[in-house]
């Protein structure tokens, strides 16, 4: 598998893992708020902050995998 084709893939996953998260979550936040005016406000924000979440996470992923590609430092040869 190429270099390419792995981050297309790990990038494939993060999506899915916001999707397995932001739905459920977003949908639990928005049964338990009791006032009316405020569901839609806090469903999109609990949205939005697993977005924020799982972009961070992703963008921590991407930056492990690619400086382990392409290392910065490497060995002293003595």
């Not at 893939?9 to 993060?14: A, E, K, N, Q």
């Not at 999506?15 to 469903?43: C, H, W």
């Not at 799982?54 to 921590?60: G, H």
Request: hydrophobic share 50%; net charge negative.
């Amino acid at each position: 598998m190429s270099n390419s084709e792995t981050i297309a893939l790990g990038s494939f996953i993060y999506v899915m893992l916001f999707l397995a998260i932001g739905i459920p979550v977003s949908i639990y936040v928005r049964s338990q708020t009791k006032d009316e005016s405020q569901r839609k406000e806090n469903f999109f924000l609990a949205w939005i902050f697993s977005l924020i979440g799982v972009t961070c996470m992703w963008l921590m992923w991407l930056c492990c995998f690619l400086h382990q590609m392409n290392p910065l430092v490497t060995p002293d040869k003595e």
